[in-house]
């Protein structure tokens, strides 16, 4: 079974510009959810979709938003980007109420 | 506030012996407890959980531990090998499928041969 796949796999933009990262989960997984690495805070939970609708939301900003396809693809969205929003951004997959799979990240850099 | 800590950020351990990954927690609502490995330019790869009414599960050369009384849980890789060389994260879930983990900081391993 193929595992979790984001793309892109590396972004630049610039301050001020919006940027939108997509997930396609394991196949017949239902929830995905989205965190943030980086150096400093670690890896935060931003917010987790199941069946379109989104269920759970970390303590971010509002310029950074989710959706969910009715094949269970993801995308997020960050808006007015600032410096800070330089991270890994991981996707993962899970059937309800089980084990989260991630993929290998969209590493974001913005200038 | 760090409801999850992983103390050691390093920790360095001859091929073959015992590796220890301790984490300890601050929210006795936390029910569900995962270890991951993550390997740089990848995303984090599941290794072991345990629920909240288990004090140990094993899978192969992984063992995690958990005691709630101290809030404190532990991961013993045995025996260890090159290949676990990664930075380790413990993270835990308020609700056993919540979907919405809070990770430690991370403990990089290396496996010296």
């Known amino acids: 079974k193929a595992g979790v796949t984001q793309t892109p796999r590396y972004l630049i933009k610039t301050r001020g510009q919006q940027v939108t990262l997509s997930c396609s989960p394991i196949?017949?997984?239902?929830?995905v959810s989205w965190y943030q690495q980086t150096p400093g805070q670690g890896l935060q939970f931003l917010f987790e979709?199941?069946?379109?609708?989104?269920?759970n939301k970390g303590n971010f900003p509002g310029r950074f938003s989710g959706r969910q396809f009715s094949n269970s693809r993801s995308e997020m969205n960050v808006s007015t980007l600032e410096l800070g929003d330089s991270a890994l951004y991981l996707c993962?997959?899970?059937?309800?109420?089980?084990?989260?799979?991630f993929g290998p990240g969209t590493r974001l850099t913005v200038l | 506030d760090q409801q999850v800590k992983q103390n050691s950020p390093s920790l360095s351990v001859q091929e073959g012996r015992i590796s220890i990954l301790n984490c300890d927690y601050t929210?006795?609502?936390?029910?569900?407890f995962l270890w991951y490995k993550k390997y740089p330019a990848e995303g984090p790869t599941f290794l072991i959980s345990?629920?909240?009414?288990?004090d140990k599960n094993e899978d192969g050369r992984f063992t995690v531990f958990l005691n709630k009384s101290a809030k404190h849980l532990s991961l013993h890789i045995v025996p260890s090998q090159p290949g676990d060389s990664a930075v380790y994260f413990c993270?835990?879930?308020?609700?056993?499928?919540?979907?919405?983990?809070?990770f430690g900081q991370g403990t990089r391993l290396t496996i010296n041969p």
């Open positions: 929210n006795s609502m936390f029910d569900y």
């Open positions: 196949s017949g997984h239902r929830s």
């Open positions: 993270a835990a879930e308020p609700i056993q499928g919540a979907q919405k983990l809070v």
């Open positions: 345990i629920s909240s009414i288990k």
């Open positions: 979709y199941f069946s379109e609708t989104q269920r």
């Open positions: 993962a997959s899970s059937l309800q109420g089980y084990t989260q799979y």
